[in-house]
């Protein structure tokens, strides 16, 4: 059998914490009404097929488990929508609201600071100095560390492509670590890393024809 995606195991990771997250929230509060959640989705919301899903799937498991209510309403790539959509989550009555990506941070702490009363678990970025906000991190190097030893097994030509959604921490990361991971199976191959988009503009996350126009320059020059 083979194994499963790397980026299936990052996503699984993601809904486990934010499950642990929200059941030690239960476990701290004595409530007469049950837990209101909110999801605010990153790039691409709900029907990615991945990070976005498999955190609604363990906020599902959530609802199931513990009574919960849960909120959401898909937002697009752009500070205001996102600031209009959380504030939606707040009025439908969420105290607790979980995030995924750095794309959405600026925003999280603008209303965190705002609304000392919510709690935000902001999954994949790390955040300090707020009181009222959980965050999560992963280390991303070490599967992509498999994927670049894959990589360097499998090349002929010696010349690998790393195509990254934004140039950021956490991509960076994944970047290290696959570099690492080809220079450990093949010392002599060269990665050759392209960026859909630059730090701060994290609309290289939902652009599949800037990436496919990327892969496939690379391919056309021998990577």
């Known amino acids: 059998m083979a194994p499963a995606p790397l980026h299936t195991h990052r996503a699984t990771r993601a809904w486990a914490l934010t499950l642990l ?25 709900l029907g990615d097929h991945s990070y976005n899903d498999m955190t609604w799937v363990g906020l599902a498991k959530a609802r199931k488990q513990y009574g919960i209510r849960l909120t959401y309403a898909p937002t697009k790539e752009n500070d205001f929508s996102r600031r209009e959509v959380l504030e939606s989550l707040l009025t439908a009555g969420a105290t607790v609201v979980v995030c995924n990506g750095a794309g959405l941070i600026p925003v999280v702490k603008a209303v965190a600071a705002q609304h000392p009363e919510i709690t935000f678990i902001v999954n994949d970025y790390l955040v300090q100095g ?23 097994s499998m090349t002929k030509t010696r010349r690998i492509g790393f195509i990254g959604g934004v140039r950021m921490c956490a ?12 220079r450990f199976a093949n010392p002599d191959a060269t990665v050759l890393t392209r960026f859909i988009t630059e730090e701060g503009d994290y609309s290289g996350f939902s652009n599949p024809d800037a990436g496919y126009a990327l892969a496939d320059t690379l391919y056309r020059e021998g990577t």
């Open 171 to 182: 991509i960076r990361s994944f970047h290290m670590g696959f570099t690492q991971g080809v």
């Open 21 to 45: 997250a929200l059941t030690l929230l239960l476990w701290g509060t004595c409530r007469a009404e049950p837990l209101t959640v909110g999801f605010l989705a990153g790039g691409g919301g």
């Open 130 to 152: 707020y009181a009222n906000i959980v965050s999560t991190t992963f280390a991303n190097h070490e599967g992509s560390f498999l994927a670049g030893v894959l990589a360097g």
